[in-house]
């Protein structure tokens, strides 16, 4: 009686994955493999660009550095801290840019990390926003690194 009183008092949003198929799980399966084995942990020596972004309020970090190649984007590493949403995002950004078009690359938006990870509950969607920024912040320097003049 006491459990049922107890997970009567939580929000489905707050129930972790059981035997019980009345709870509702938490985090997808695709958030859960992300958060167990991040995709392309650390950073890039002499990237053509770093974004590091943190939210304010829960103090999440992540440092996205980026290498581009002939308007490719051919290599992403990733360094996150915070909640593991904030962890599988990161991880999941990755996923998503390596090989594309700087083009294809400006395009992506929140939705598109969230859609990569199943879904997100509504309390972490900020995880995917912070992911974008880190994107945002690391195409911006970028464009603000000096060009080189040919010789």
């Known amino acids: 009686m006491r459990n049922r009183q107890l997970r009567s008092w939580l929000s489905p949003k707050l ?30 020596r002499s990237p053509s660009g ?5 939210n304010e309020v829960c103090l999440d970090r992540i440092r996205l550095s980026i290498r581009v190649d002939q308007d490719r984007l051919t290599d992403a590493k990733v360094k ?8 599988a995002a990161a ?5 998503l840019i390596i090989g594309r078009s700087l083009t294809e690359v400006e395009s992506l938006t929140r939705k598109d990390i969230v859609q990569s990870l199943g879904r997100l509950p509504v309390a972490k969607m900020h995880c995917a926003s912070l992911a974008i920024d880190a994107l945002r912040a690391a195409i911006d320097s970028i464009e603000q690194s000096p060009v080189s003049s040919p010789a």
């Open 15 to 44: 129930r972790f994955e059981s035997s019980d198929s009345k709870t509702t799980k938490m985090y997808t399966p695709q958030v859960a493999d992300h958060i167990a084995r991040p995709r392309n942990v650390g950073e890039i």
């Open 50 to 54: 770093v974004g590091d972004v943190t």
């Open 80 to 87: 996150a801290q915070g909640c593991p949403p904030t962890i």
């Open 91 to 95: 991880s999941a950004l990755t996923e």
